[in-house]
């Protein structure tokens, strides 16, 4: 092998190193801008999962705003059964006080005609008094009142 030869070949060599490695700093250049683009689609799609987190949130928050509104109202409602509930209930009691009193008034009532009839029979003839008696033994049975001393 001549110089020349040797040297033709050495070009032919360092041109086509120059030509692979001119493929290589275009490769390269491609990779650099893909890997550009995708920086940049995953700042975008990080942008917008940042934004759907943030609907998601107050999506969330709205639910929620609503879910304490409801329990709000029902508890609302609820109150204002209670309070029926317990005006309901004092009527009753006093209902109940009244008919209590009355019972007593009745019966303290009732003593006291039973009294005032024993002292007038006691007055009276032995035959109309024990006619008297039995009628009103009768009628006693019949009007005692049950009392519940609770």
Known sequence: MTIESTLEELITKVSVA???IDKLVLQAKKLEQQKAEAREQT?????????LQQ??????????????MTLENELSELKLQLHQME????????SNQQQRDMLDTYATQEERFQNILHKILRTQ???????QQQH???SHKKV???RDNA
């Open 43 to 51: 700042q975008n799609t990080l942008l917008q999962l940042q934004q």
């Open 136 to 138: 009103l033994q009768g």
């Open 55 to 68: 609907e998601f949130e107050q999506l969330d928050r709205a639910a929620g705003k609503e879910r304490v």
């Open 144 to 146: 005692q009142p049950k």
């Open 87 to 94: 005006e309901e209930l004092e009527h009753q009691f006093v």
């Open 125 to 131: 003839t032995p035959e109309v008094v024990s006619k």
């Open 18 to 20: 120059q030509s692979q």
